[in-house]
């Protein structure tokens, strides 16, 4: 089996293939299933026992609309929806963009209850709302403030006024994965495991002994690169290859503007510097022309006579 260019054991749970065989496939929804148990630390009487996939192409009501396009989007045994989402990088309105897919799951939960009238027969939808949640895998830093350090956050629709929920009906949910660092043997529960599992899996050569769970060990062995047919690698291959491409597009942008910063920086250094001389300059010569007042105002000769021939203010002259 051909997998040249590719020297890691497992596969890079950031490539679009990663992600949608783990968590976007069916026959793998054991996956999803164990990481929202674990994200979302539900009791035993709400935890989660089975999920549908569900289209993940949402479309607008009218042609102009912007439609919708989810990397994962599923519903559980209480027809909760929920939206998972791999991001890559830092996008412009980001936060507006997971609000606007919230829309979707919200809107077409009326799609069964639109007044109707078939016959002598009529019904209604009564606006009863089943939870949403929005979830992102961030592979980049949401916030920048320094005190936002948790790795999970959790929004939801609160009151301004009172400390508590307006609705419990929609929740976004942000993991901000360069920000868990932690190592092995500091994981604790079911999520750490899972965000480590998602972080460092490319770079394993064994599954830790630390993620013992059985979930983990059908992970890892379908995550192993040498037992993918052809068509399979092939497609890992080019999955990987976009994922490279995409962070050195990045990367590239990130060093030109760089270098672009560094050459502005070198330009006003240097217009800084000659005014600095320039000042320094005149600074000596003030002090220069102070000598030559003192000298002349030992001779008695007139505040008005030093101004003029030193060309100071008669108010620094008398200073002196």
Not at 15 to 31: S, V
Not at 62 to 87: G, L, W
Not at 205 to 210: G, L, S, T, V
Not at 272 to 289: L, N, P, S, T, V
């Amino acid at each position: 089996m051909c997998s040249e260019g590719i020297i890691e054991r497992y596969i890079n749970f950031y490539t679009d293939f990663a992600f949608k065989k783990f968590f976007g496939t069916p026959a793998n929804k054991e996956f999803l299933i164990s990481f929202l148990n674990a994200l979302l630390n539900l009791d035993g009487e709400n935890i989660i026992t089975d999920i549908q996939h569900l289209n993940s192409e949402k479309l607008p009501n009218i042609e102009s609309d912007r439609k919708a396009i989810y990397d994962v989007y599923c519903e559980n045994q209480k027809h909760e929806r929920f939206v998972v989402e791999m991001q890559k990088a830092s996008q412009i309105n980001f936060k507006d963009r997971t609000l606007f897919y919230s829309t979707f799951p919200i809107q077409e939960q009326a799609e069964k209850g639109y007044i109707y009238e078939i016959g002598d027969k009529k019904g209604s939808w009564d606006y009863q709302l089943k939870k949403v949640y929005i979830i992102g895998v961030l592979n980049f830093t949401l916030d920048k403030e320094p005190e936002h350090t948790n790795v999970i956050t959790h929004a939801r629709l609160k009151y301004d006024e009172y400390d508590c929920e307006y609705s419990n009906k929609l929740e976004f949910i942000n993991i901000e994965m360069p920000k868990f660092k932690k190592k092995e043997e500091e994981l604790t529960n079911m999520i750490d495991k899972w965000l480590y599992a998602i972080k460092n899996l490319y770079h394993l050569m064994d599954r830790p002994k630390i993620l013992r769970e059985a979930i983990f060990k059908k992970l890892f062995n379908l995550a192993e690169i040498s037992k993918y047919n052809s068509s399979e690698l092939l497609a890992y291959r080019d999955s990987l290859k976009d994922y490279r491409d995409y962070y050195n597009t990045i990367y590239s942008a990130k060093q030109e503007g760089e270098e672009i910063g560094i050459e502005k920086g070198r330009k006003e250094g240097r217009k800084e510097g000659i005014e600095e001389g320039r000042k320094e300059e005149r600074e000596k010569a003030y002090q220069e022309k102070l000598e030559i007042a003192k000298k002349f105002k030992s001779m008695n000769i007139s505040i008005d006579q030093i101004s003029i021939a030193t060309g100071l203010s008669k108010e620094d002259i008398e200073k002196l």
